[in-house]
């Protein structure tokens, strides 16, 4: 538990304190996703697969790297384009490939980038929502504020009332009073922003919590359904005590792209 703590306590400093320049908030979560990919690839080896791993993180950094050059360069999208001989070069080499299951490889490489990095780049735009070409920390961060809201209460109240589980097959700790308890304390917490933040309105940013603790939620349920297909416990032990970067944003790698969109439509 002490190690825990500790290793949560520097690691949401090193978080926050990239949050308040665009370069650093770039350099940190392009490496962030990075890592991230590389713990899913190599925990889907365990399962006797073989992605593509090396085509799958290039993909993966000229994804994050045009989107983030977008946002300071008003670089055009359209480069994006670049990825696709990459992808598809993947079904040749895999010709190459002395495997049973060479589909499986194929997939897996896909869905790498398609889980993880997509994600990451959809939080990352989040830092530019309110102006395109200008980084604004005030979304990342609260984004953050409210997942962590929600991972707490949901623990706290869990603890306390947790009596009826809300997905026992995939994961048998979680419970309805636990969702509910993250969900009062991601709201408390979405008003306490918007008080500090007001360029956007409070019923918004309640929205934004309640979207983060549905779709965190449901994250934490996907990345423990795919360790329990894997039979992995943790996706990596880069973080003591805590397992592996994906284990500590599987959260935000289905509610980022929900909040994203959601945002995007109210703002524009």
């Known amino acids: 538990m002490k190690t825990r703590a500790i290793t949560a306590f520097f690691f949401t400093i090193v978080m926050l304190a990239s949050l308040f320049n665009g370069y650093t908030f770039t350099g940190f979560y392009l490496l962030l996703s990075i890592i991230a990919l590389l713990e899913f ?8 697969i073989r992605p593509h791993r090396n085509m799958g993180v290039a ?13 300071f360069f008003e670089f055009e999208l359209k480069y994006l384009l670049l990825i696709v001989p990459l992808i598809f070069s993947v079904f040749i080499l895999e010709l190459y490939k002395k495997n ?9 490489t896909f869905v790498g980038f398609i889980y993880v990095t997509v994600p990451f780049c959809f939080f990352y735009s989040l830092g530019f929502l309110i102006d395109s070409f ?11 504020l409210l997942l962590w809201a929600s991972d707490t209460g949901a623990y706290l109240f869990g603890v ?3 009596k009826t589980r ?3 097959r995939h994961s048998p700790k979680k419970s309805w009073e636990g969702f ?7 709201l408390l ?22 979207l983060i603790v549905c779709f965190g939620t449901l994250g934490d349920l996907v990345e423990s359904m795919l360790k329990r297909s894997l039979d992995a416990k943790d996706s990596g032990t880069f973080l003591p005590g805590h397992g592996g970067f994906l284990d500590r944003f599987d959260g935000l790698l289905i509610a980022a792209p929900v909040v994203f969109v959601y945002l995007y439509l109210i703002l524009y």
Do not use: C, D, R
């Open 166 to 168: 809300l997905f026992e």
């Open 180 to 186: 509910l308890g993250g969900l009062f304390t991601s």
């Open 160 to 162: 306390k009332f947790g």
């Open 189 to 210: 917490v979405s008003y306490l922003i918007s008080t500090q933040f007001t360029e956007i309105s409070p019923a918004v940013w309640g929205g934004m919590a309640v």
């Open 134 to 144: 200008n980084y604004n920390f005030h979304l990342p961060l609260a984004f953050l």
């Open 59 to 71: 993909v993966a950094a000229i994804m994050f790297s045009i989107t983030a050059a977008y946002h």
């Open 100 to 108: 049973k299951i060479p589909f499986a490889n194929i997939s897996y």
């Open 41 to 48: 690839y190599k925990m889907v080896k365990m399962g006797g």
